[in-house]
């Protein structure tokens, strides 16, 4: 170990634990033994797996260490597209951290359980309200788990009326986890080209709908932010071949308390926590992506549901025609916690308020940027705005390059290379929780980018240049991952 790296706080390199470790070096004491000592039986007595030796401080710094060299919505703008990487606010965590909520063990009689099982009730409500669709399961851990969860009640449905179809229509502008959702359901996803303002036209549907089709996935607001203001056309071309109407409804960060996605035609829709209801996402914790349907089709929505009955909740399985379990036990209870305590904390009218707030700074950033870069569609946006690189393109400076520089100036990159219709994507989400300040030094940076294009490509495309890694050969870091760190005595 290099000493410089023992004795400074800010460590830029740091060593693996293993190298860290000494032999018997450990984090905790043990009571001194009061009883006889035991030989363990031979049958019990293994090599002890081979792992480092730390002191409780080695191992707090080293992850601390680690965690501050990650970007996060702690500690800067995160302006991911799609991704909505709002600010989670503290409160929910104080609220998940209760111990009648964090130390409920999922295997509790109900009768111990009842604060837990009523908030499980009491959050399908709220979303069944927020959605304006009538029954809700909280089960699935993701979105992609939803719209699983949601083609396998496609399934059922047509099922139960004795008809099979084999095919579910797809936007081109759709999230690649839907044709993935439909296909792991055994159908076959056929793509629909949206029309030249970004959002699909009615005819396109009605040219691809027949009665081997089970329906549709939509994605409204879409992923080029853009409203797909036929949605109500669309449904009645799906419902009147005897198909469904399946929401993504991933961007409802969009459209909280604007649109009701029931009364717009659409039947099953999920929710990503994750994004519009301000829990944390992937590294941070586990994610849920509630699924909400019509009344029709509530008979096949997974079981266990929570019921009400005798002034009591409980657990019932008693749902014949359910698609089943997906998830053990609770789902992932911490996160609708923490959604719930968001809700709740913001109100009806604060939570259309966010809605209009993620469209005002999306438009905000949208036109300081459409100076500099080629917008996909230059037309007011909903909550996010989606750019390409065809104006630095000929400059020789790509969207990676952009991507990559923008670290240099302390902003995590925007989504890149999607959606796929747009060559060269560069999609923007601000989300409602960015001030005005920072969405002007975002623009600046990306001014300054723009500038640097044209004056000096060679920077962008080496950049970049301030952080600790420089540019990963990303081929060969897709090709040959290296995931896991050896001991370094190993071979
Ligand atoms: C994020 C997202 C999904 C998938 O959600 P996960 O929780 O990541 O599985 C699906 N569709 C859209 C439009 C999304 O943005």
């Known amino acids: 170990m290099n000493p410089l790296?023992?004795?400074?706080?800010?460590v830029f390199e740091e060593p693996l634990l293993w190298e860290r470790g000494r032999n018997g070096r450990t984090g905790f004491s043990?009571?001194?033994?009061?009883?006889?000592?035991?030989?363990?039986?031979?049958?019990?007595?293994?090599?002890p797996p081979d792992l480092p030796e730390l002191s409780e401080v080695d191992l707090v710094r080293h992850y601390v260490r680690l965690s501050q060299w990650n970007v996060a919505v702690d500690t800067a703008m995160y302006p991911l597209g799609s991704?909505?990487?709002?600010?989670?606010?503290?409160?929910?965590?104080?609220?998940?951290?209760?111990?009648?909520?964090?130390?409920?063990?999922?295997?509790?009689?109900?009768?111990?359980?009842?604060?837990?099982?009523?908030?499980i009730a009491a959050l399908e409500c709220l979303l069944a309200e927020i959605t304006g669709l009538d029954a809700v399961t909280l089960q699935p851990g993701a979105g992609?788990?939803?719209?699983?969860?949601?083609?396998?009640i496609f399934h059922a449905y047509h099922r139960r009326r004795g008809r099979v179809r084999s095919k579910i229509l797809v936007p081109d502008t759709a999230h690649g986890t839907n044709p993935a959702s439909a296909a792991l359901c055994g159908y076959t996803a056929v793509p629909v080209a949206s029309g030249g303002r970004g959002i699909l036209e009615p005819q396109a549907v009605a040219a691809l709908m027949d009665e081997q089709t089970a329906g549709i996935m939509l994605t409204n607001p879409n992923t080029l932010g853009l409203f797909e203001e036929h949605v109500a056309e669309i449904a009645r071309i799906v419902h009147e071949k005897g198909g469904l109407v399946y929401g993504d409804g991933a961007n409802m960060n969009a459209v909280l308390g604007r649109v009701d996605m029931g009364r717009i035609g659409v039947d099953v829709l999920h929710l990503n926590l994750h994004k519009?209801?301000?829990?944390?996402?992937?590294?941070?914790?586990?994610?849920?992506?509630?699924?909400?349907?019509?009344r029709e089709l509530e008979p096949f929505l997974p079981v266990p549901r929570v019921v009400h009955r005798e002034g009591r909740f409980a657990w019932s399985e008693d749902f014949p025609l359910s698609i089943g379990k997906l998830q053990a036990f609770w789902g992932n209870f911490g996160v609708l916690v923490r959604a719930y305590s968001y809700i709740l904390s913001m109100g009806a009218a604060n939570l259309e308020q966010a809605s209009r707030l993620a469209v005002l700074n999306a438009n905000y950033l949208r036109v300081g940027l459409r100076e500099h870069y080629a917008p996909a569609h230059d037309r007011p946006c909903m909550h996010e705005c989606v750019f390409s690189?065809?104006?630095?393109?000929?400059?020789?400076?790509?969207?990676?390059?952009?991507?990559?520089?923008?670290?240099?100036?302390?902003?995590?990159?925007?989504?890149?290379?999607?959606?796929?219709?747009?060559?060269?994507?560069?999609?923007?989400?601000?989300?409602?929780?960015?001030?005005?300040?920072?969405?002007?030094?975002?623009?600046?940076?990306?001014?300054?980018?723009?500038r640097e294009a044209r004056e000096d490509p060679e920077r962008l495309r080496t950049?970049?240049?301030?952080?600790?890694r420089r540019r990963l050969d990303e081929v060969a870091a897709a090709r040959k991952p290296t995931l896991t760190g050896r001991p370094p005595s190993a071979p």
């Open 276 to 294: 519009t209801f301000s829990t944390p996402h992937g590294g941070g914790g586990p994610g849920a992506g509630p699924l909400c349907v019509k």
């Open 30 to 47: 043990m009571p001194r033994r009061d009883v006889e000592e035991t030989p363990l039986p031979q049958e019990l007595s293994v090599e």
């Open 389 to 450: 690189d065809a104006r630095q393109r000929p400059l020789g400076v790509t969207t990676l390059d952009i991507a990559k520089r923008l670290m240099d100036y302390g902003f995590h990159p925007p989504t890149v290379y999607f959606p796929l219709v747009v060559p060269g994507a560069l999609m923007i989400e601000p989300t409602e929780t960015e001030s005005k300040e920072m969405l002007d030094l975002f623009l600046a940076a990306m001014a300054a980018i723009a």
């Open 144 to 152: 992609a788990q939803g719209e699983l969860a949601g083609m396998l």
């Open 5 to 10: 790296q023992a004795a400074t706080g800010l």
């Open 83 to 119: 991704c909505t990487m709002k600010y989670n606010p503290k409160t929910n965590e104080r609220q998940a951290a209760l111990p009648g909520f964090a130390l409920a063990h999922p295997l509790l009689p109900e009768s111990l359980c009842q604060g837990a099982l009523e908030l």
């Open 463 to 468: 950049a970049p240049t301030r952080c600790l």
